[in-house]
């Protein structure tokens, strides 16, 4: 059973920095292309970014040159770290599994962690 598990919750002010975390299981993780989403309070689900499995990464324009997403393949572990947080950057943040690097599909997501950015 694929497991996604976000963790790394936080509230920080505007121009902080936070890293997120993605623990993976049940499946190739080394294999496999991984995204980063966020949902801002009433509004859809954004795509941020995405990974290949040799840590080739595009953005989306509204993170890129802020956020940066890695991966250690050793651990299974997928990151997210957020540089000059910006209020718009508050929401919900996933990490998700895809079968492709280019688009923003996904076939699993995790169940999300809480970012804040506050004055």
């Known amino acids: 059973e694929v497991q996604l598990v976000e963790s790394g919750e936080g509230s920080v002010e505007p121009g902080g920095s936070l890293k997120l975390s993605c623990a993976a299981s049940g499946f190739s993780f080394s294999r496999s292309y991984m995204r980063w989403f966020r949902q801002a309070p009433g509004k859809g689900l954004e795509w941020l970014s995405s990974?290949?499995?040799?840590?080739?990464?595009r953005y989306a324009d509204s993170v890129k040159g802020r956020f940066t997403t890695s991966r250690d393949n050793a651990k299974n572990t997928l990151y997210l770290q957020m540089n000059s947080l910006e209020p718009e950057d508050t929401g919900e943040y996933f990490c998700?599994?895809?079968?492709?690097?280019?688009?923003?599909?996904?076939?699993?997501r995790g169940q999300g962690t809480q970012v804040t950015v506050s004055s």
């Open positions: 990974i290949r499995p040799d840590g080739a990464t």
């Open positions: 998700a599994k895809s079968n492709a690097f280019s688009g923003t599909t996904y076939t699993n």
